[in-house]
């Protein structure tokens, strides 16, 4: 196998045409469309997507002679394009406490994701709660008091192995009484047995909605921008466990770039309220389209 170019998506076309860098020239022909719906498809766009995004980029410059400067901007202003109505920050709610059940799969770093976003919203002056709603996994149940401690928020726990709804049900009690603006709630990632888990997260919005009927408020679902495509049948599994209302993707800081947000972008429309570009209680971010699809064309 050759080495990959690097330079991203772009290079790759135009290093098959004449010529270096920015001064090289091709034709939009049909083997340069068919060349490019490869490369995004192989960016874990979806084909969908890609031959969409393609053909989009043909219209009114099919047969033109582009350089690559212009291919490179016709190609971001498109993903752009797709991505600008899912770039949508968490919503706040004058409601108190605002809960947000965070779901996804073990490893996709739902804890990272709460203590930063709880640092973030402390830094905003909310008042926020956390429970350790994976009571199962002794070490999520530390590694969120760690950020609890580093983001100065409160960390709700409960003993190995008990209820994660009787957990979710004291916290929303701690959580009103307080008056907190903010209630996050950690929760299992076990997708091994989906049955039991579809059943432990109904059980703890269950619970939640007899203190507050509208709660939870927002369901994040967290990806790990380096499983590429399996992000796709995540959004379709959690979707069938949790009324997911939004989505954060972490770990873009690498050398993943995310492609595959276009196709879930494209597929289902729920937000990205933020992407996680590193292990620092600092390094969350608002998704920003423009950003995101120059980073991804290279
Ligand atoms: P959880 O099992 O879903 O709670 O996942 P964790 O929050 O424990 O994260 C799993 C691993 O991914 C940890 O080593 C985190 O430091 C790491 N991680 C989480 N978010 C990011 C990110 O945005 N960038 C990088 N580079 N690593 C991350």
Redesign the pocket.
Known sequence: AEAKPSGGLLGRIMGRSQGEGAVARRVLDDEMLEQLEELLIASDMGVDTALRVTSNIAEGRFGKRLSSLEIKQALASEIARVMEPVARPLPLYPKKPQVVLVV?V????????IGKLASQFKAAGKQVVIAAGDTFRAA?VE?LQVWGERANVPVLTAPEGSDPASLAFDAMTKAQADGADLLMIDTA?RLQNRQDLMEELAKIVRVIRKKDPDAPHNTLL?LDATTGQNALSQVETFRKLADVSGLVM?????TAKGGVLVALADKFGLPIHAI????QIE?LAPFDPEEFAAALTG
């Open positions: 996804g073990n490893g996709s770093g739902k804890t990272t994701t999520a590694q990632g967290v972490t770990k873009l800081d690498g996680g570009v590193g292990e390094d």
